[in-house]
Structures are given as structure tokens and as C-alpha cells.
């Protein structure tokens, strides 16, 4: 923390952004057609809006500030709250030993004040030594929670936290939480589903399969349930409803951006799902602009310098912007409270009376892991992973000092032991509970699938149209209905779905129809062969008995079939069940080999 901090007054993060972009196709920059370099120029300006303050107060140049800084005497005042952080550095440890060998185990845990940007805690389980040789187990010349430029890496994978900045912006643009996706998983997607009117060209360059997290199938459900559980194929589905390209920008106002500054947030469709790498410092302050009401602020370190005169100068200041409204602010944040109390984000809440909404995240591989939580007060993230982006799964290995699998476990156990800390100072508690979003981001744009079985095909097709519904034709498949009925429907009746949905219709092909024979008065086994010979299944006769004869007047009727159901002459398929009515022993009892079959 202490060299993002001296980072901060020494480095040249545009110029190395400028570095970065200079040699475009190896030629440089004045030699390059105008087009591109426009677009270079415009990438430059991305980069360097999204840096985080400089320090000015020893120069107005990285230059000036570098030969001042040399000359000794200053003193820094962080924002670092040195308890907490060692409170989070021992978890780390415990969680994430810095001496694992069989991979390069890195992990961080990062927090930053709401309204203020300020951060908290810092920290890593690996001993910062920017000297270390690169293959050092314990030690690490990269401070992992931070961007390239300020001496960090350049990002991990995000994963699924992202999940909460599509809904964001699903919420900004008219959605709600109850409106209903289809979740259901594998679905495949193709360019001309998506919109990204600033990306200049398709999205994709061939079909896109994507499945569900651990192959889950996944349903028709509410958006809210869908971050709850973090489902892949829901958040897909909304994105074929939204613009990629607006996604992207509500992610840069609440301070996403790449970790190693080289181009803007990339646009294509799995970008939602979280493929940018960025810093667990970013992620952290992305979180405390959801428990901030929307207030996005630039996490801060310094605040003051004082010089060898001891003349006090001017740190980073405070710069925040509005980059949610309160309300949809609490549209997320009311999501994000599921996920911790029965979502996938439950295992880090602390369960101390304090409100706390999270929201998980992995890459494909399980290389990358991340829980990201905020309160009224905190926005904090937690990642661990392979430090060299190796593509090592954290499932395949248990902790040797918690006996506990890594990805199971550690961010979980790291991110409660932080949230329950912060809560225990008078300070940082957050608040019992968040704002309620209004009516209107909860919305609920959702419909019943009618029952259609018995229809025509034109009169589903009508009544689907009325209730705003899509007809598609599944095509005929065999039944006992007259040919050209409808049979059933995918979603099922009675299914709850996004108003609009695509509702496939299967119709019958008729050769299951069939009639019940007049089987009444017959005994059982001749019974049996003329509901045989009309084509039905014997094997599903079953068999229920009536009290047996003699009745006054009439002769002995054991055996005898008393009711079909179906009844006789009514249609049925050939493939229903059949219940035969047989009177039985005097006592209506089975007279078993008595009445043979």
C-alpha cells in the first residue's frame, strides 16, 4: 500500500499508457493513417480518464515530482486504517498461505470508504519485495490490487461480479428485477441478437454456445433471482435486450476500467460475464458505488504530505461522480442483499445485524476467484487466483492449513472475517438496512403461458398473438388427439415468462386416436382382448374391484367387467392408462386365479 501510494507521486501512468499505444502495427505514431490514429487518440483519452489522481503537490510534471521526491524530508498520511488492514493480512495468510508451491497461489483483499473513495485496507497474502526474483514463493514485486501503471499486474479476470454492473444498467434503461429471463442453459447466440452501435461491426464472428455455471439448467426466472444465483444464460438473455455498448459506458462511471490501460473495456457479448481483467482495487470501489446511492468516488490513498519544513501540502483530493441514480443504486443493492443471505454470496455474510449485499465471480477455468460485498459504509472485494494468470484450477487443492478447498473457501472466509471487522468499529459499521428501490426498478414484465392443448393451430396462433406472445410451430409428434390439435407447448402452461416470449406449439399427428370398445358385461379376459385388438397397450390395464354376485334374480357375476375408464365409445389414445371395474369375491376382493387375465 505504501508504494501505491509513493506510485502515485513518482510514476507516469499516461506516459506509459502513451508508451504502450505508440508503436501501432510497428510503425510510429506520426507515420500511422489518420483513422488510426484517431482511434489511438481516442483510446488515450479512455486511459486517461479512468486514471486515479495524481499527486501534484511536488510538481506539475512526473519529472519534477521524481527530483523533489529525491531529495528526502517528506513525510505521507494515508487513508489506511493499520488495524483492519493487519487484521486482513492475517486472514490472508491463514486463507491463502504465501508458501503454497504447487501453484502461484496470489490472493488480496481490498476496501474502500463510501462517499470518499478512501481506502481502508490493502493487502495481500504475498510479501511485497519489488526486488524478489520472479519465481519467489512468499514474495512478490507486483502489488496485486492495483492497476499496471501504479506497479501492479495487470488484472485478473472478474468474472461474474460484473453481473452487477449489467444490472445496473438494465435497471437504468426501464428493466426491473421481477421481469423474467430465460435462464436455461445451454443457449446459443448469434450476432445479430446483440447491439453495439459503437463497436462497428458484428460482435461475434460465428454462433456463440454458452452454458450455465457447473452445467446447471437453469429455468425461467426474475432478474433478481438471476444474480441471486448468478446465472450465466439469464444475464445473457438481458443482453440481447440491452446495448453493449451502454453496459460498457455504466461501467466506466462507476470506475471499471482494464487493469493495464492498454485499450478501453472490450464490448463483445461475454465481456458481460466478466473477461475484462481489472484490478480488485477497481472492484472494490465499483462496489461502494452501489452502497453509496450511486456516488462513484476515485479510491484515494494520500492525504496529505508534509515536507522536510514541515509545510503541510495538499494529498489526493476527494472526486466522485453521480454514476447511478440513488434509486437504481438500491435496485442493485437489494439484489446483491439475496445473494448474501441466499445466493452464492452467502458464505462471506457475517451475519452481524449489519445490511451487506455481495456478488460472486469466476473465471471459466476456475484460475480466478472473487467475492465483491458492500454495506452503507464499505465497498469491498476479495480476490484469489493464480497471481501468472495460469489456467490452474483453485478447485483442484486443499488448503494445508485450513484442510479446506481453496475455491470452496478461502474468499469466503477472507471476505467475512474483513466485512465482520469493518462492522466492529464505530467508523465503518454500515447501516441495518439499505434504501428501498421505488415501485418502478422492481417492474415485473411477465406472463402466463395458457393452455392450449385441444386447439387448432389457428386458434392458438390467435389467442397467443392477443396476449402478446410469439407463435412458433413445433411441428406434429404422435397423439391420441384428432390429427392437427395442439398437444402441448414449450414453455409448459401455466408457465410464468417474459412478456413477448417465443411460445413453440406442437400439434398432434392423430395416430394414437383411437375409441374405447364396449367392454361392460364382458368378462376380464375377453375384456382384455378387445381393448387389445383396438389397439391399446394391455400393459397399462389396471384392475378395481366391486363386490361380487349372486344378487337377488341374477346369476353368479364374478369376473364380470362392471366399468371402463375411459368409458366405452369415448375417444381415448392408445397410449392412456385403462382402469377396469371387475366384480370380484362377495367381499370385493381380487378372486385372483379364479378370474384369469
Same mark, same amino acid.
Given at each position: 500500500?505504501?508504494?501505491?501510494a509513493?506510485?502515485? @507521486?513518482?510514476?507516469?501512468?499516461v506516459?506509459?499508457a ?14 500511422q493513417?489518420?483513422?488510426?490514429? =484517431?482511434?489511438?487518440? =481516442? ?60 501453484f502461484r497461489?496470489?490472493?488480496?483483499? *481490498? ?14 497474502n504475498k510479501i ?14 507486483? *502489488? ?14 472478474t ?10 444498467n ?19 447466440y448469434?450476432a445479430k441478437?446483440?447491439?453495439?452501435? !459503437? ?5 461475434l ?29 439469464a444475464f ?5 435486450r440491452?446495448?453493449? !455498448? ?8 462507476m470506475?471499471?476500467?482494464?487493469g493495464?490501460?492498454k ?24 462496489a ?16 496529505? @504530505?508534509?515536507?522536510?519544513?514541515g509545510?503541510e ?7 466522485? *461522480? ?7 443504486? =438500491? ?38 476467484d ?11 472485494s ?14 483442484k487443492?486443499? *488448503? ?5 478447498n481453496?475455491?470452496y473457501?478461502?474468499?469466503? =472466509?477472507i ?8 462492522n ?31 386447439q ?43 412478456s413477448g ?11 394414437l386416436?383411437?375409441k ?24 397399462k ?7 361380487g ?8 357375476s364374478? !369376473? ?9 365409445g ?5 397410449s392412456?392408462?385403462i ?15 379364479? !378370474?384369469p387375465?
Amino acid at each position: 500500500a505504501c508504494d501505491y501510494a509513493l506510485s502515485l @507521486i513518482k510514476a507516469d501512468p499516461v506516459g506509459d499508457a502513451e508508451s504502450a499505444l505508440k508503436d501501432y502495427k510497428g510503425k510510429p505514431a506520426q507515420e500511422q493513417e489518420p483513422d488510426v490514429l =484517431a482511434a489511438l487518440g =481516442a483510446r488515450l483519452d479512455t486511459t486517461k480518464a479512468n486514471l486515479a489522481p495524481e499527486v501534484n503537490a511536488l510538481g506539475a510534471t512526473p519529472a519534477e515530482r521524481r527530483a523533489n521526491w529525491d531529495k528526502g524530508g517528506y513525510k505521507l498520511y494515508t487513508t489506511l486504517d493499520l488495524d483492519l488492514t493487519d487484521q486482513a493480512q492475517t486472514v490472508l495468510q491463514v486463507q491463502a498461505p504465501a508458501e503454497e508451491a504447487r501453484f502461484r497461489l496470489g490472493a488480496t483483499a *481490498n476496501s474502500v470508504e463510501v462517499g470518499t473513495g478512501k481506502v481502508i485496507v490493502m493487502a495481500q497474502n504475498k510479501i511485497f519485495d519489488d526486488g524478489a526474483a520472479l519465481g519467489t514463493e512468499t514474495t512478490s514485486a507486483y *502489488n496485486l490490487s492495483v492497476d499496471r501503471p501504479y506497479g501492479g499486474a495487470n488484472g485478473f479476470e472478474t468474472g461474474s461480479t460484473y453481473k452487477v454492473i449489467d444490472l445496473a444498467n438494465w435497471l437504468e434503461t426501464g428493466h426491473g428485477l421481477y421481469d423474467m429471463v430465460d435462464g436455461r442453459g445451454p443457449q446459443t447466440y448469434t450476432a445479430k441478437q446483440f447491439t453495439a452501435p !459503437c463497436f462497428g461491426g458484428p460482435v461475434l464472428d460465428k454462433p456463440y454456445t454458452l452454458a450455465n455455471d457447473g452445467g446447471a439448467g437453469g429455468r425461467y426466472m426474475t432478474v433478481k433471482d438471476a444474480l441471486i444465483g448468478s446465472v450465466n444464460n439469464a444475464f445473457m438473455q438481458m443482453a440481447t435486450r440491452q446495448d453493449l !455498448c451502454a453496459i460498457r459506458d455504466t461501467a466506466k462511471s462507476m470506475g471499471a476500467h482494464r487493469g493495464d490501460f492498454k485499450r478501453d473495456l472490450d464490448i463483445s457479448p461475454s465481456n458481460i460475464l466478466g473477461t475484462n481483467e481489472q484490478a480488485p482495487l477497481t472492484m472494490a470501489g465499483v462496489a461502494a458505488t452501489i452502497g453509496g446511492a450511486g456516488l462513484h468516488c476515485d479510491p484515494i490513498i494520500i492525504t496529505k @504530505i508534509v515536507n522536510a519544513a514541515g509545510k503541510e501540502l495538499a494529498g489526493q483530493p476527494v472526486t466522485c *461522480n453521480q454514476a447511478l441514480s440513488a434509486d437504481v443504486a =438500491a435496485g442493485v443493492a437489494n439484489a446483491m442483499a439475496g445473494s448474501m443471505t441466499g445466493g452464492t454470496s452467502a458464505q462471506s455474510n457475517p451475519r452481524d445485524g449489519v445490511a451487506i449485499g455481495g456478488k460472486t465471480g469466476t473465471s471459466p477455468t476456475r484460475h480466478q476467484d472473487w467475492v465483491i460485498s458492500t454495506t452503507t459504509k464499505v465497498g469491498s472485494s476479495v480476490w484469489t487466483g493464480n497471481l501468472d494468470s495460469a489456467p490452474v484450477s483453485l478447485a483442484k487443492f486443499v *488448503n494445508p492449513t485450513t484442510r479446506q478447498n481453496y475455491y470452496y473457501s478461502s474468499r469466503f =472466509a477472507i471476505m467475512k472475517s474483513l466485512v465482520k471487522s469493518m462492522n466492529a468499529t464505530a467508523t465503518y459499521k454500515g447501516d441495518r438496512a439499505f434504501p428501498d428501490p421505488s415501485p418502478a426498478m422492481f417492474g415485473g414484465s411477465s406472463a402466463i403461458v395458457p393452455n392450449l392443448t385441444g386447439q387448432t393451430a389457428d386458434q392458438a396462433q390467435k389467442l397467443l398473438n392477443s396476449l402478446k406472445f410469439q407463435y412458433s410451430d413445433g411441428g406434429p409428434e404422435a397423439s391420441g388427439l384428432p390429427a392437427g390439435r395442439i398437444t402441448r407447448t414449450d414453455p409448459d402452461a401455466g408457465s410464468k415468462v417474459p412478456s413477448g416470449s417465443n411460445i413453440t406449439v406442437f400439434t398432434s399427428d392423430g395416430s394414437l386416436a383411437t375409441k374405447m370398445p364396449t367392454v361392460t358385461g364382458l368378462t376380464r379376459q375377453v375384456a382384455d382382448a378387445a381393448i387389445a385388438s383396438a389397439g391399446f397397450d394391455t400393459g397399462k390395464i389396471s384392475y378395481q374391484w366391486a363386490k361380487g354376485n349372486p344378487l337377488p334374480g341374477q346369476t353368479d357375476s364374478m !369376473c364380470v367387467v362392471q366399468a371402463s375408464n375411459p368409458s366405452s365409445g369415448s375417444a381415448a389414445s392408445k397410449s392412456d392408462p385403462i382402469t377396469l371395474t371387475v366384480y370380484g369375491k362377495p367381499d370385493g376382493t381380487d378372486p385372483g386365479g379364479a !378370474c384369469p387375465k
